[in-house]
């Protein structure tokens, strides 16, 4: 399947509002604005009435009035898999727990099975339309994770697939390696040598392939021990890749801490996060990454520190964490919902949440996430008058514009 070639955005884009922290934290919102794309990159943005007379003659795009934002970041996604997981779902509404279905043999290692019984091209067909959700409610880049292959061949199939999707959709795609998100079964019992094999064999491989942007470690009672998370963060050091952390979704390990340590681009989830593990992250400028739609499906009630995150300027970050077993969600606005609603963010920090710190998380601040003349163009003309909207309507996809790495991707009406 390939994504037929998209027009050029290049052009005056009038008639805008550009949203209150579209261009840096703090800026106010900007009505009567244009924006100038020149060979796919932002050359200039302010004021109608200031717009440069060097770009009069070049083609106009009326924005009709919407309200602009920088293209979405989703920041934490497992998004390339096999089949599906509805039966765990259907269990776990019939009393089981998380951790009872993954002992059970269900959970992660059933989405193995499935996934390493795909070719890579079963994998992409079936990923392709979950990317097309998520990039038609305005995501324009996104982080897509291994850990569903658990073998050096599996986890290569994983990652070469996100890496076509990149190419064929035109979004910029980040991949995360994440061979130990949990014990393969034929590893059973031998936590330590697979912990080895993903240090000494998968990742360097990997890695010399270009397939590794991030290293990331499920640390979690259920998972990997602080001391294995450890091993692959040294691992991903000396090959010159950057960590990240599932870090205290169910319980406390002081994971965070220890990422920190590593100059973590982000801890995610974090739910069970000690002040500790804040002051660590604040220290290293390390991204808490919020993942509300896991919290939700989950029927977690230990919400994560935010007002101790808030109070310690600790950058927030929200994402789908779309996976099919904890967080089948296909909707970044919806998770902006959540992310309100269950976690109480205020609307400038949602849309940081998306945008500014999503991109950090991704070590993307000097590319994404915010809008600035010189930057590959990534934006989205919202047909809304207010950018509390975003966050307001519940499951409402709203007919958007949008301009992805300089291409026109959508054109609101044109559905
Ligand atoms: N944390 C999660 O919530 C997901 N992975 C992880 O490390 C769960 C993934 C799954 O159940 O398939
Ligand atoms: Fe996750």
């Not at 100059?263 to 992250?281: F, K, N, Q, R």
């Not at 919902?337 to 710190?357: I, K, Q």
């Amino acid at each position: 399947m390939t994504v037929p070639q998209l027009p050029s955005a290049d052009g005056v884009w009038t008639d805008l509002t550009l949203a209150p922290e579209a261009c840096a934290p703090g800026s106010a919102a900007l009505s009567d604005a244009a924006l100038v794309v020149t060979e796919g990159h932002i050359a200039w943005l302010g004021l109608r009435a200031d717009l440069p007379t060097t770009y009069a003659d070049l083609p106009r795009h009326d924005g009709l009035g919407a309200l602009a934002t920088p293209g979405l970041v989703d920041c934490h996604t497992h998004l390339v898999y096999a089949s599906q997981r509805a039966n765990e779902f259907a269990m776990r509404l019939a009393g089981a727990s998380y951790e009872d279905v993954a002992r059970a043999g269900g959970g992660i290692v059933s989405s193995v099975r499935a996934t390493r019984a795909a070719s890579e091209d079963e994998l992409l067909a079936q990923t392709a339309p979950r990317l097309q959700a998520l990039l038609d409610e305005g995501v324009c880049a996104i982080e897509i994770k291994s850990g569903y292959g658990l073998s050096l061949e599996h986890e290569r199939a994983q990652l070469r697939v996100a890496r076509r999707l990149g190419a064929q959709f035109g979004v910029t795609v980040r991949t995360t390696f994440l061979g130990a998100h949990a014990l393969p079964p034929e590893y059973a019992g031998r936590s330590q040598a697979y912990i080895d094999l993903v240090c000494e064999e998968m990742m360097p491989a990997l890695a010399a392939e270009g397939l590794v942007d991030a290293v990331d470690v499920f640390c979690e009672r259920i998972a990997f021990s602080l001391a294995e998370t450890e091993q692959v963060f040294r691992a991903a050091q000396a090959l010159g890749l950057p960590v990240k952390l599932h870090a205290e979704q169910l319980s406390d390990m002081g994971g965070a801490a220890l990422a920190a340590r590593y100059g973590a681009l982000s801890c995610d989830h974090i739910e069970h996060l000690s002040a500790e593990g804040i002051a660590a992250m604040r220290q290293a400028g390390t991204v808490a990454v919020l993942l509300p739609g896991a919290y939700y499906f989950l029927r977690d009630t230990h919400l994560p520190p935010i007002a101790a995150l808030r109070a310690a300027g600790v950058p927030m970050a929200v994402s789908t964490d779309h996976n099919p077993g904890t967080s089948p969600t296909l909707s970044l606005l919806l998770m902006m919902n959540l992310a309100c609603t269950l976690f109480r963010l205020t609307v400038p920090e949602v849309l940081a949440g998306v945008t500014r710190h999503a991109a950090e998380a991704l070590g993307l601040r000097q590319s994404h996430g915010s809008l600035a003349a010189g930057r590959p163009a990534n934006f989205v003309l919202w047909p809304l008058q207010d950018v509390a909207e975003l966050p307001y309507w519940l499951g409402h996809k709203p007919s958007c514009t949008i301009v992805r790495q300089g291409r026109v991707a959508r054109i609101a009406g044109r559905d």
